[in-house]
């Protein structure tokens, strides 16, 4: 019986991870509504759920893919991949009405730029300040406070360090939760209440799980609009960190 329920288990990982997915985000609206009475998005709650499960498994193994090194959670490394989590981006996109969101037209535009250099240099000034010095280093950490995308992207690209990477990504982790969980609490005060301010505000805020989360505890009607440009927003940072802003970079230090 142990033979066949493990021969089960492994045929059917990503099913289990989707179940595992679903159960955590069951239980993570149930905290939501009891601690914060919805004000924090399940969403934020179970990022953060999630991040600890990761590591739980990660000490549990010994492993680098958190509790997908568990046999029995195999078919989370499918499930978090890149390619489901890039078709979930761009699913958003067809809920959007183009008569509305060409009205963001020029601030949109303005917005997405301001967006991407902003954080960067704000990630940059953090770097400096916690001791790194080197070019490569400093622009990875800047792109990771763009988006926990852009981070290893540009690592990458530049050859970065696996801690410096790995540093960058929580950056933007935690640059996601904060936005999840602040947008609902300060919407009224940034006029969150039409397609053209989401737009405007996924392209300041870039995180696209972020500007998802907070604009769903928001307005459900925003999500496409803000997850649009924010996905945009995620596009120019992969293009100008490691090109125009890290040779900016460079000039400087």
């Avoid at 680098?64 to 991949?81: W, Y």
């Avoid at 067809?94 to 704000?122: C, I, Q, S, Y």
């Avoid at 397609?195 to 907070?214: D, E, I, Q």
């Amino acid at each position: 019986m142990t033979e066949i329920a493990g021969k089960l288990i492994a045929d059917q990982s990503l099913l289990i991870a989707l179940a595992l997915v679903g159960a955590l985000m069951g239980a993570s609206v149930v905290v939501s509504r009891l601690l914060s009475r919805g004000r924090i998005h399940a969403s934020a709650i179970a990022i953060l759920a999630a991040l600890a499960l990761a590591w739980w498994g990660g000490v549990l193994t010994g492993g680098k893919k958190g509790l997908a090194d568990l046999p029995a959670f195999a078919g989370l490394a499918l499930l978090g991949g890149a390619m489901l989590r890039d078709f979930a981006i761009v699913s958003t996109a067809f809920e959007v009405d183009a008569a509305e969101a060409r009205k963001a037209g020029l601030l949109g535009a303005f917005a997405l730029l301001l967006g991407t250099v902003v954080p960067f240099a704000v990630g940059v000034g953090m770097a400096w300040s916690f001791g790194y010095r080197d070019a490569v280093s400093l622009a990875t950490l800047g792109a990771g406070a763009v988006t926990y995308i852009v981070g290893p992207v540009t690592g990458a690209a530049l050859g970065a360090s696996s801690p410096v990477m790995a540093l960058s990504i929580a950056t933007g982790v935690l640059k996601a939760v904060l936005v999840m969980v602040f947008t609902p609490l300060c919407a009224r005060l940034m006029g969150l209440d039409n397609p053209r301010s989401a737009m405007v505000f996924g392209g300041l805020a870039g995180t696209v799980s972020g500007v998802a989360g907070g604009l769903a505890a928001t307005d459900p009607r925003l999500v496409p609009y803000g997850a649009l440009t924010a996905t945009f927003h995620t596009g120019l940072g992969c293009l100008l960190c490691p090109s125009l802003l890290f040779l900016a970079l460079s000039a400087l230090v």
